[in-house]
């Protein structure tokens, strides 16, 4: 028998059905940390690891009813939404079973923008992949980040952490960019160095150890260097379906020269 859980509270926003399972405060600083399924899985790998490590609350989860071809992901019996979201102390996080189709970028995207200003966050925090094909040589990949917002360029500073120089960001992290400052959001977007077709763990875990320095949270990645192995071999199918998906629209980041000198 599937079962679905009890939801307490709620509302959709651009067509994005947005379900809480709890009532669902924020201590400030709060931060909402979304990652996906794109280059080398580094969003969807670093989140699934954090969810491990941090045994956070899962707390609710988002509906795209025009999703097509309509998806639940089922676990013990329960039927889920295809993108749940789990809460850890001032930390909510957004964690997708899936690449998110092109036709719903743009409209999942404000919704999460709006959903986070109304719950109060104070910073967005996108992880990603950034497809190079120099990875090979690289034994740690280098993370750097991309941001709107003065607050976070003050921490970026503090942390010392690298920023992306030049380039372009596609998918939903160009719209958390570019929309921040008038949904009020301090965005930071962190882009790790990746293999463009292959999950790479490693990548992963130069990411979280960037956000760790963000949120001021320890994350170990020990056992997610212990298991790389078997967490490439285990993803290579969905890496497969990601790959099909971002060749829709293209990369997610990929780093270049501006035809502009300023």
Request: aromatic share 8%.
């Amino acid at each position: 028998m599937i079962k679905m859980p009890q939801v307490k509270n709620e509302e959709e926003i651009e067509g994005v059905v947005f379900q809480e399972y709890d009532e669902l405060e924020l201590a400030s600083p709060s931060f909402l940390v979304v990652g996906f399924p794109d280059a080398g899985l580094v969003g969807g790998i670093s989140i699934s690891h954090i969810i491990r490590e941090l045994n956070p609350a899962e707390v609710g989860g988002i509906d795209i009813p025009r999703l097509s071809p309509p998806i639940v992901f089922v676990r013990d019996g329960e039927a889920k939404p295809p993108i749940k979201l789990f809460k850890k102390g001032n930390m909510l996080l957004v964690a997708s079973e899936m690449p998110l189709p092109p036709g719903v970028i743009q409209m999942f995207s404000y919704a999460l923008l709006e959903y986070a200003r109304r719950r109060r966050v104070d910073y967005v925090i996108g992880i990603t992949g950034l497809g190079i094909g120099e990875r090979v040589n690289k034994e740690r990949p280098l993370v750097y980040a991309a941001y709107s917002g003065e607050k976070i360029k003050k921490i970026i500073g503090e942390k010392k952490i690298q920023l992306f120089n030049e380039g372009a960001i596609l998918g939903p992290f160009a719209i958390f960019l570019k929309e921040a400052r008038r949904f009020r959001l301090d965005t930071i977007v962190l882009l790790a160095e990746t293999f463009p077709e292959l999950p790479d763990p490693e990548a992963a875990s130069a990411a979280i150890e960037v956000l760790s320095k963000i949120i001021d949270t320890k994350i170990s990645i020990e056992k997610l260097l212990e298991e790389a192995e078997y967490i490439r071999l285990r993803n290579k199918e969905i890496m497969k379906q990601t790959a099909r998906m971002m060749s829709q629209v293209g990369k997610s980041a990929e780093a270049q020269p501006s035809l502009l000198y300023t």
